[in-house]
């Protein structure tokens, strides 16, 4: 999830989508490394919608987006 594989460059590259664009987070040298950066920029990025949209959902959502976190199983 957010990882693949450049196999030209031996390198793991992390990317998110969001509404058909595409966020290149750059390029690391292990999978592990390439997800902690995909997981903290997505956590970052759902947050930051839940505090721009904060006014129009209910508490107990905004609560729920906020303490969401993404882990490497999911």
């Known amino acids: 999830m957010g990882v693949s594989y450049e196999k030209e460059k031996s390198k793991f590259r ?3 989508s969001f509404m058909g664009e595409q966020s290149k987070l750059g390029t690391f ?4 490394a ?5 997981k903290e920029y997505k ?7 839940a505090v721009q949209y904060r006014n129009v959902m209910p508490d107990k959502v905004y609560e729920a ?10």
């Open 29 to 32: 040298d292990t999978a592990e």
């Open 65 to 74: 987006v906020m303490g969401w976190r993404i882990e490497i199983d999911d």
């Open 43 to 49: 956590e970052d990025f759902i947050q930051d919608l």
């Open 34 to 38: 390439t997800f902690a950066r995909y």
């Open 14 to 16: 992390a990317a998110m």
